[in-house]
């Protein structure tokens, strides 16, 4: 099998289990415990989450540890919101991961926000002078992701991050899928929350972190034991937490290798698709995108029998964000960049991750060849 779907989940690294699982077994004491299990347990966590603000430009106190992306995402969005809901006025954009877009709906509907959303052009990016035009000092939040999941373009966040800073309106960024292919040095960044997943970079599924800057008041959702400062209550995952700190150190070790690595492989893949595959066309920004993301939509085909295709050679690929996995409807990123409906069901997505070489690169051009051949000609 050759696996392309590494935005969607990567592998857990065997660095990462070793370190965990002692606190899954002799140190599984919980960490508000006051008796010696539970100090070491503590103990554990405590440096768990120094490291990971250390990646992060940031105290440990503006360090909180979720269940995931989409909790944290939720957490900064809503929390910030809730936590000091001046002018009830969000502005995100119209590509950002449900778990983004969904909490504005929420805050709409229950809270009565007002949403507004930042157009991106054909290649999914936005473009800081309308957030300078738009944005006032009476606003709540910005919220804009700092590198897209389905298309892979990356956004000038530090740009806009200034630009909010400039009217002091507090600015959140999904970092999920930069983790591990960009910084997340939020100082440097200039944002002032940033949220992210640890399965995208060989930490188990069901952690992620939050950073808020500590200036900026945050409601919390959960309520009960005040764990994590009061802003996430329930008892803390350890092992998970040991998992994202070491996951995070062996990703930013590897970072400037492994992105030059895969960039040339990507742009190897890219070269051959679009050259073996007529009406190809590459989805996302063709400089400012994710070392590991390639996406096209192939005219006159449907993406999901191109990837049952596909999956047949052995590839294992997606035709977008594996949130919105089994959904008929075209992507809404692919819609907000202009594509047609019917264009934009014709997307696949191939993101690649450090395990990636260049003959499986070589054998899933190929096969893309083939797959896109073999629905084309059933479908005349």
Same mark, same amino acid.
């Given at each position: ?29 919980? +960490? $508000? $415990?006051? =008796? ?8 554990? #966590?405590?440096?768990?989450?120094? !490291?990971?603000?250390? =990646? ?10 979720? $269940? ?12 910030? /919101? ?11 954009? +119209? ?12 805050? !709409? ?21 309308? #957030? *300078? /035009?738009? &944005? ?5 939040l910005v919220s804009v992701m700092y590198a897209n999941n389905e298309v892979g373009s990356i956004q000038p966040v530090a740009e806009l991050a200034a630009i909010a800073r400039a009217v002091k309106v507090p600015l959140h960024t999904d970092a999920v899928q ?7 040095d939020a100082r440097a960044l200039g944002v002032d929350a940033l949220s992210f997943s640890g399965h995208k970079l060989g930490a188990p599924k069901g952690v992620g972190a939050l950073f808020v800057r500590g200036r900026v008041p945050l409601e919390p959702l ?16 350890? /092992? ?14 590897? !970072?400037?290798?492994? @992105?030059? !690595? ?11 698709? #679009? ?6 066309? &590459?989805?996302?920004?063709?400089? =400012? ?20 295709? &596909?999956?047949? @050679? ?9 949130? @919105? ?5 075209? $992507?809404?990123? #692919? ?31 190929? *096969?893309?060849?083939? /797959? ?9």
């Open positions: 099998m050759i696996y392309l779907d590494a935005a969607a989940t990567t592998p857990v690294r065997r660095e990462v289990l070793e370190a965990m699982w002692p606190y899954l077994t002799g140190d599984f004491g919980n +960490p $508000s $415990s006051t =008796h010696s299990l539970g100090e070491r347990a503590a103990r554990a #966590l405590a440096d768990a989450r120094a !490291r990971v603000a250390r =990646h992060l430009g940031a105290r440990a106190s503006e360090v909180t540890f979720t $269940s995931g992306g989409t909790e944290a995402d939720n957490l900064a969005v809503k929390g910030i /919101a809730l936590g000091a809901p001046r002018g009830r006025h969000i502005i995100t954009t +119209p590509i950002e991961h449900e778990a983004v877009l969904e909490s504005c709906d929420y805050l !709409r509907r229950h809270h009565g926000f007002r949403i507004s959303f930042l157009g991106v052009d054909h290649t999914g990016r936005v473009d800081p002078d309308e #957030l *300078a /035009a738009r &944005l006032s000092s009476d606003d709540t930069a983790a591990g292919w960009l910084t997340l959960m309520h009960g034991g005040g764990q994590e400062r009061g802003a996430r209550s329930g008892t803390e995952n350890v /092992a998970a937490a040991v998992g994202l700190a070491l996951a995070l150190d062996l990703a930013a070790a590897e !970072r400037e290798t492994q @992105a030059a !690595r895969v960039t040339a492989l990507r742009d190897g893949f890219v070269g051959e698709v #679009l050259r073996r595959v007529p009406e190809a066309e &590459l989805t996302g920004h063709p400089v =400012h995108r994710l070392p590991g993301s390639a996406s096209f939509c192939f005219d006159g085909v449907s993406g999901e029998a191109v990837l049952l295709e &596909l999956e047949r @050679a052995g590839v294992v690929c997606s035709s977008g964000s594996a949130c @919105a996995a089994g959904s008929d409807e075209p $992507s809404h990123v #692919l819609l907000a960049a202009g594509f047609p409906p019917e264009r934009a069901l014709t997307a696949v997505r191939f993101t690649f991750g450090g395990e990636s070489t260049e003959a499986d690169l070589a054998a899933a051009a190929t *096969a893309v060849e083939a /797959a896109v051949g073999a629905v084309r000609s059933l479908a005349r």
